[in-house]
């Protein structure tokens, strides 16, 4: 039978990709979460984009307008935010039914530019198209960092500690609750402002890339488990997790125990949490004033076994059959 998106995976195809399209010499092309690009003053230029579709990242009447706004440049910024670097635009493009009604694509754009305007990013253009019955959205977020002082995933060092910004799973909870039905209580309603809400970790992580000991850096869209893989792959490591160390919050405990839902897993595998991965010597990290927690430590790339840790729960992946 011939081979299917479904068998090569989302990111096969992206190898696939970058195989065919290498990125020219001192240029950080396909891999990382944003681009590179060296620029004459001093500086290099971060590039990323992102797309939201309905049906596959959003249901229409499982987030409001006002919030796939503040979320679709929410999760472009962050991209900016891996990289350590200042998201300096947006380019918004939409591919939108003729019969959405204006109040939405008010609420929409009221959203994006709450989200915007908080880091302070302009809107600087897009492009607009019909689309047959879903919406599609796609962000481009442009950046910039200091001449080779973006972090990249490729950067860490054995014996590094490996540490995340904030609590993860809250972001997935918040999404099964959604699902679910879930009453909105205080935790539930907490659980789901994580989800539709997400707050990239923008000056946090501006903060960890001056500090010359924080190595690799990426954020988390699609779960730990699967994000902490490419920083191993990229810099080949591996590395030991402890799990007992994963960041939780008190809502997500609380609503996990209430519904028998498994922290653990949503914390590994489910993603959308935005907050930032990375790595450091154990000397920087005494010196790290964002708030962050160490999960882990980078080994030597061991190949008798699986290169990373055995999380047991993997993260999301658009192709692959669950
Ligand atoms: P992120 O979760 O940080 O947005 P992705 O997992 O979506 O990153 O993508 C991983 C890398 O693959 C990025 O460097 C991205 O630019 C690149 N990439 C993804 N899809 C494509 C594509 N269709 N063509 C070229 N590069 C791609
Ligand atoms: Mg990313």
């Not at 195809?13 to 620029?39: K, S, Y």
């Not at 154990?282 to 790339?301: N, S, Y």
């Given at each position: 039978?011939?081979k299917t ?20 010499e ?5 891999g990382?979460?944003c681009a590179?690009?060296?620029q004459?003053?001093g500086l290099?230029s ?9 049906g596959t990242h959003f249901l229409r009447?499982?987030i409001?307008?006002y ?9 472009n ?10 998201p ?5 493009s ?5 019969d959405?009604?204006?109040t939405?694509i008010?609420?929409?754009?009221d ?17 607009t198209?019909?689309?047959p ?8 977020v ?8 973006s972090?990249l995933?490729?950067?860490a060092?054995?014996d590094d500690?490996?540490c995340v910004?904030?609590p993860l ?6 999404l ?12 539930a309603?907490?659980l ?6 997400p ?16 190595h690799?850096m ?8 699967s994000?902490?893989q ?12 402890d799990r ?5 919050s008190?809502a997500l405990?609380?609503?996990c ?6 922290p653990?897993a949503l914390?590994i ?5 935005y907050?930032?991965?990375?790595t450091?010597?154990?000397q920087?990290e005494?010196l790290?004033?964002?708030?962050h927690?160490v999960?882990g430590k ?7 076994s699986s ?6 729960v ?9």
């Amino acid at each position: 039978m011939e081979k299917t998106l479904a068998d090569l995976g989302e990111f096969g195809l992206i190898g696939q990709i970058r195989r065919r399209f290498p990125a020219p010499e001192g240029v950080t092309g396909i891999g990382d979460d944003c681009a590179v690009l060296p620029q004459k003053s001093g500086l290099e230029s971060l590039v990323s984009t992102d797309m939201l579709v309905e049906g596959t990242h959003f249901l229409r009447d499982g987030i409001s307008p006002y919030d796939l706004g503040w979320k679709s440049a929410a999760v472009n910024l962050s991209d900016i935010a891996a990289m350590g670097g200042k998201p300096m635009a947006t380019f918004l493009s939409l591919a939108l039914p003729a019969d959405l009604s204006e109040t939405w694509i008010n609420a929409f754009l009221d959203g994006y530019a709450e989200l915007s305007g908080r880091f302070d990013v302009p809107l600087l253009g897009g492009d607009t198209t019909a689309s047959p019955d879903r919406i599609c959205i796609n962000v481009t977020v442009l950046g910039e960092s200091p001449y080779g002082r973006s972090r990249l995933r490729s950067a860490a060092v054995v014996d590094d500690l490996i540490c995340v910004t904030g609590p993860l799973g809250d972001s997935a909870a918040g999404l099964k609750a959604i699902l679910t039905g879930l009453e909105r209580d205080a935790d539930a309603s907490t659980l789901i402002d994580r989800y539709c809400r997400p707050v990239p970790r923008v000056a946090e992580g501006q903060e960890l890339r001056l500090n010359l000991g924080v190595h690799a850096m990426m954020d988390i869209s699609d779960g730990i488990g699967s994000d902490l893989q490419h920083i191993l792959d990229a810099s080949e490591v591996s590395a030991q997790i402890d799990r007992s160390a994963i960041p939780l919050s008190l809502a997500l405990k609380r609503v996990c125990a209430r519904q028998g839902w498994d922290p653990l897993a949503l914390a590994i595998g489910g993603g959308e949490d935005y907050e930032l991965l990375f790595t450091c010597t154990r000397q920087a990290e005494m010196l790290i004033c964002v708030p962050h927690f160490v999960i882990g430590k980078i080994t030597k790339r061991s190949f008798s076994s699986s290169a990373g840790p055995d999380w047991q729960v993997s993260g999301f992946d658009h192709f692959k059959k669950r």
